[in-house]
């Protein structure tokens, strides 16, 4: 009898082993490219405004709304969200994203195909441009400014006439990513909201390839829970005094500041 347990212990051993390799055999392979978020400071946002542009300049959180009507680039105070000084567009525009650059503040409309630049001290207008399909996000790399159109296609225009430098095609692990939306540049890389999701991807301007991506999805949530109907994560700017990113969505009530990096598995620390 007490061979017969052995035997049979060892046939159970034989089989847990069988089972355990079979089911890490299907387990689904790591994503090589996700990265990893922590939050260091929750903020106040206004819930009026529907979000399409969010930067750090000198110092100074600017925000950009979007609906028409309803359309206004303002310094926000990020410790109680209040807007502290704005340009309020005409009824006929919907704003969407901005960048500053030179000592300039541009900003791109949707469907009206217009953009306008201000002086970025005093905020008044002092030109305008044209460009197509439609404006949604926007950035620089410190020599041209970069703009979505909520496609796969990153368009690069040149500051001296505003016309197309160069475009880039987006793509995450060899398909296009369309839907890039609100455009940060950090360390010479691209970060971008991909709309209708709570995903932000890191872009290699050299190649368009998505080398990172990290999912937001439980500030979405969290959110959500305060306010059911808001929309969609949108707003991403980054300070370097602290290394992180601050981060909001349309009517959103609240605004995160967080720090992006690679999973500790990944760096190894």
């Not at 052995?6 to 847990?16: E, M, Q, S, T």
Request: charged letters at 20%; glycine letters at 8%; hydrophobic letters at 40%.
């Amino acid at each position: 009898m007490k061979h017969l347990f052995i035997v049979l212990l060892a046939a159970a051993v034989v089989v847990f082993a069988s089972c355990s390799k079979k089911s890490s055999d299907t387990e689904t392979p790591a994503d090589t490219l996700a990265l990893s978020y922590s939050v260091l400071k929750t903020l106040p946002h206004d819930t009026e405004a529907y979000t399409e542009g969010l930067l750090i300049h000198q110092g100074k959180v600017l925000e950009s709304t979007g609906l028409n009507g309803k359309s206004w680039v303002a310094e926000v105070d990020p410790g109680s969200g209040v807007h502290t000084k704005k340009i309020v567009l005409d009824n006929q525009y919907f704003g969407e994203g901005i960048a500053v650059l030179h000592n300039k503040l541009y900003q791109l409309t949707y469907k009206t195909q217009i953009g306008f630049i201000y002086d970025a001290t005093t905020y008044k207008q002092i030109g305008e441009f044209k460009y197509e399909p439609e404006g949604w996000g926007m950035t620089h790399d410190n020599k041209n400014l970069i703009m979505s159109v909520g496609t796969e296609k990153l368009y690069y225009l040149d500051t001296t006439n505003l016309s197309v430098a160069r475009t880039l095609t987006v793509t995450n692990e060899g398909q296009k990513l369309k839907n890039i939306n609100e455009l940060e540049f950090v360390d010479g890389y691209i970060f971008a909201n991909v709309y209708e999701t709570s995903w932000i991807v890191k872009i290699d301007p050299a190649t368009g390839k998505v080398v990172g991506r990290v999912d937001l999805s439980p500030l979405t949530e969290e959110v959500r829970r305060m306010s059911p109907n808001i929309d969609y994560l949108n707003g991403i700017a980054y300070d370097p005094n602290s290394k992180a990113f601050l981060v909001t969505g349309k009517n959103w009530p609240k605004t995160f500041l967080i720090r992006i990096q690679k999973p500790a598995a990944a760096t190894g620390v």
